[in-house]
């Protein structure tokens, strides 16, 4: 049995997963907490990549870290560029976005697991390889499928969620989800795990209707508290805010982690190829005033009750038919109203008030609106929008001209041949950072290699001498042996 003297630190990872406002809560973890009476002077550290401010505060108290400092860092990753569709053909969006990448390794998210098989079997059958990951698969061949995943380049893993925690591939160029996600924490968590080298990456969303039907379902189904379930809907509905804005995706998701954005990125969907808009600044301003006339009190379904003038039990025990809001806003559908609530959520207009059961609230910027200073713009014709052109462009690549791709394309088979033989992952051998300032130097010697960006000493040692071989067979002409007098 360890006792405090043999203990350094206590580092808890994915420290989201105390949290009930966490997207990944699971009430175990909650035993973690016994750790700082156990081991009162063991310092502890918590770790997550995926809180917002309320989730944030909320490990801090369940890990009894009430006085600890908090280090933050931003949540972009400028690399990775952001596209969500709306989900029309799905077999051939995904076929189109996924064949238009060859050669290159990527992860295709499914709900559920029969979704990854059939995917799977589509992209191996129209000649793309790919492997299926999920918890119904045999152990082994899960592991194998994985293990393969890692080390190999130019391979699709088509999974569900089990698949991603403490994988590390730096070297993933897209990842595609074809069923939404249940929350914006853990679409960012996913996505994430594309371009962890520092290099272009792509990312695809596909929703529709249906999912959104299926996603509200499996909450209500479910076994967890009303109140984790009302979280867990707020979080579904943050996901549609960023899905349904026309503003830029990367500022949405920023701004949910309490991360704000001057300008837009420039490297998303909504940048590269703006969505037709109208402008909702009425529409709004009655939204907002339906939250305030009502005291900041109530969540979107009430709110939207009262701007339709529903005759519900609820109007009437608060009497909000006497509301000067009441019935103002039957020129929209629920759905239309709950899509600008939405968007009013992600343009940071109102926020919900967890705390207080998921209460709406003005801000300074709803102000702004609600007095006619500013305005603001929704998104028009959610459903019939493709935004084909910015999906299909491919992220930038490395920058290479003709010859030096051509080089760099030796190299990547000279480090897959030393991965394959010392069944290591290709980046574990070299990363495409390197292989590509290697190409464009053109060493001829060990010395300079010591100049190339990752290339140390034991890799010189260890590789350097096959480096400068590929090199220089590039180099020489073909009939260099006819020359040879």
Not at 126 to 146: E, F, K, M, T, V
Not at 282 to 302: D, Y
Not at 380 to 386: K, S, Y
Not at 441 to 454: K, T
Request: with cysteine; glycine share 8%; net charge neutral.
């Amino acid at each position: 049995m360890l006792d405090g003297a043999q203990i350094a630190l206590i580092a808890i990872d994915e420290a989201h997963c105390v949290s009930q406002w966490g997207h990944d809560f699971r009430p175990e973890y909650l035993q973690i907490a016994e750790l700082a009476a156990r081991f009162p002077g063991v310092p502890r550290v918590a770790l997550t990549a995926t809180a917002d401010r309320q989730t944030r505060e909320d490990i801090r108290r369940r890990l009894k870290l009430d006085a600890a400092r908090l280090f933050l860092a931003s949540f972009d990753r400028p690399n990775i560029r952001y596209a969500i569709m709306p989900k029309t053909e799905p077999r051939r969006q995904s076929m189109s976005f996924l064949k238009s990448r060859p050669g290159e390794s990527g992860i295709v998210y499914c709900l559920s697991r029969k979704s990854v098989e059939e995917t799977a079997a589509g992209l191996k059958a129209s000649g793309i390889r790919a492997l299926p990951y999920h918890a119904g698969l045999d152990g082994a061949i899960r592991s194998r499928n994985q293990d393969v995943f890692l080390k190999e380049e130019g391979l699709i893993l088509v999974a569900t969620i089990a698949f991603g925690m403490g994988i590390d591939k730096p070297d993933v160029r897209f990842v595609a989800h074809l069923d939404l996600p249940g929350s914006l924490e853990a679409y960012y968590q996913e996505t994430g795990r594309a371009g962890r080298d520092g290099l272009p990456a792509e990312t695809l969303l596909l929703y529709g209707m249906q999912d959104l039907v299926l996603r509200r379902a499996m909450i209500d189904q479910s076994n967890s508290p009303t109140e984790i379930k009302r979280i867990e809907r707020a979080k579904l509905d943050a996901l549609l805010g960023v899905c349904e804005t026309s503003s830029c995706r990367r500022q949405a998701i920023l701004a949910h982690f309490g991360e704000v954005m001057a300008e837009p990125c420039g490297n998303c969907d909504t940048c590269l190829a703006p969505v037709a808009t109208w402008d909702g600044t009425i529409a709004a301003q009655k939204a907002m005033s339906a939250v305030l006339r009502t005291g900041e009190r109530f969540g979107v379904g009430h709110l939207i009750d009262v701007l339709l003038g529903a005759n519900t039990d609820k109007i009437r025990r608060f009497r909000h038919e006497r509301l000067p809001t009441f019935g103002v806003g039957k020129e929209f559908s629920r759905p239309v109203w709950g899509s600008v609530f939405r968007q009013l959520i992600v343009q940071g207009a109102i926020e919900v008030d967890h705390d207080h059961f998921g209460a709406l609230k003005l801000t300074s910027v709803g102000g702004q609106i609600l007095h006619g200073k500013t305005t603001i713009a929704f998104r028009r014709d959610q459903a019939t929008r493709t935004a084909t052109a910015a999906v299909a462009k491919k992220a930038e690549r490395i920058e290479l001209g003709k010859s030096d791709a051509q080089l760099f394309a030796m190299l990547k088979a000279e480090r897959a041949y030393l991965a394959k033989s010392q069944n290591l992952p290709a980046y574990v051998i070299f990363t495409d950072e390197t292989l590509a300032a290697i190409a464009k130097a053109r060493p001829h010697s060990l010395s300079d290699l010591g100049s190339i960006p990752g290339m140390g000493t034991t890799k010189i040692e260890r590789y350097g001498m096959n480096v400068i071989d590929v090199v220089m067979a590039f180099e020489q002409p073909d009939d260099i042996g006819d020359s040879v007098e």
